[in-house]
């Protein structure tokens, strides 16, 4: 066994992970909101990255682009959630699917309409140079990591100590209860699409440095953001956030010590990780079953 | 004579093409303890849902004076009454105090909604001892307590309740009717009682309904209706 190399692999695979906990904590959001995966997650966070990178382009400097992205984000999360899914929030869950779908190829071909389909540099806050194990880290991927794990504790102290994010677990949970303690169960719902779009956006800018920006870059991205909130339970940000350095990690020493499976096969990792933990243990690594009595 | 708080005329309800309610009077009187009775499906949930807007009506409906047929559920709440649901609405991951906090959240009293967690675990001192505890992990007798309590957070000027004894032993029902009439009486809140059990509901309530497929089929005090043997025979089965 070559220790060393596996020690790169695994630092390697933390900063990958990185990425997939971002988009992977954006996903769980959105499932305690609605119950449903959004399939057009990847496709929000990418068409706020390019927000970001059009208002850089008009010459902000990067951290106005980046918290107007976010709020630009959040209105438009909410305005489709208003707009999209309100009118048809009792509809079978076919019909969400179908409109999943519909605004996963609306965003994908109005953002290539509009920006084109050229691969954009996009810049980062942080810095390139390498910060651990000569380049197998580099600061950008420290900051990601970093920024991930701020908003990780940011929204556990918004669900467990505000009275709205209690409100907003409440809806989740128990809609009918929820409405007949007076709260608004629909804005909650709403709130929840807008946070999700706005962590996405978060995510997006933090990916697109990494990956470059085009308007297919999540499309691989968010099958391992759902493998990462699937392994860390989708009722769990910080398990999400977990499975997401995990799915990182596995992928990268898998295809790097099991022979013939290399590079061509690493997405089908993801796809073999969520089958496995479905069959194992389908509330994920960290996520809850519900304990009651009656 | 006391003044009515809620009072219902010709109150019809649907579920889709379904008619279930057909154009029902009621009224509940301000501090008054009033009984809906009747059989298994005879509307009396359908009536409860009706009037806290849960489901589409026709007719009218007054709150202390107000029109509130139509208006959405949470407004309805917001005027001060709370529904206590049938299966008691426990947000089972939630815990206890947080449970209690839900009940608060039209609320912007800080200190005085500690308070008012305070008075429940009061009237409810074992939902003291499990105030940390998952909600779901409560037995059927302590989960109705919480949502009763649940239902005190709101400051209710109504309550309405449906079939709170359901599912329960008799030691824990009689706690739970013992605990709602001192509520009536020292919070001064108002009760729509739905119930199976009517013997218990008739000890409870001042006035009661009896209806049968969504009509009414007799009103008047409880005591009339206790000491009426064709009714009770063929109504209430005791």
Known sequence: MNWELLLHQVLAGLA???????????VVMIYQAIDHLNFAQGEMAMFSTFIAWQLMNWGCPYWVAFVLTIAISFVGGLAIERIVFKPIHDAPILSHIVVFIALFSILNSSAGWIWDYTIKDFPTPFGTRSLIGNGLISAHDGGMIGVTLVLLALLYLFFRHTRIGLAMRAAAANPESA???????????????????AIGAVAGMLIAPVVFLEPNMMIGILLYGFAAAVVGGLTSPGGAVIGGFAVGVIENVAGTFIPYFGRELKLT???????????????????RSVVSRV | MSATL?????????????????????AVEAGGITTLLGANGAGKT??????????????????????????PVEQIVRLGIAHVPQGRGTFVRQTVEENLQIGAMTRHDHTEIATDIDRVYGYFPRLRERRRQQAGTLSGGEQQMLAVGRAMMLRPRLMLLDEPSFGLAPLIVQELF????????????????????????????????????????IKGPSRDIRDDETVRRSYLGY
């Not at chain 1, 409405?179 to 779009?197: E, K, N, P, Q, S």
């Not at chain 2, 739905?194 to 009414?216: F, K, P, W």
Request: net charge positive.
């Open chain 2, 178 to 217: 013992d605990i709602l009439r001192a509520l009536n009486r020292e919070a001064n809140v108002s009760i729509l009682l739905v119930e199976q059990n009517a013997s218990l509901a008739l000890d409870l309530a001042d006035h009661a309904y009896l209806i049968e497929t969504g009509r009414l089929v």
């Open chain 2, 6 to 26: 809620l009072e219902a005329k010709g109150l019809c309800a649907y579920y889709g093409a379904t008619q279930a309610l057909f154009g029902l009077d009621l």
């Open chain 1, 269 to 287: 990792i993801a796809l073999v990780l969520i089958v496995a933990v479905l069959l194992v243990k389908p509330s994920g690594l960290f996520g």
């Open chain 1, 16 to 26: 990958t992970g990185g990425i997939y906990a971002c988009i992977a904590l954006a």
């Open chain 1, 179 to 197: 409405r007949l303690a007076g709260i608004r169960v629909g804005w909650m719902v709403a709130l929840g699409w807008g946070m999700a779009a």
């Open chain 2, 46 to 71: 359908t009536a409860l849902r009706a009037l806290s807007g849960m489901v589409r009506v026709a007719g009218e409906i007054r709150f202390d004076g107000r029109p509130i047929a139509g208006r």
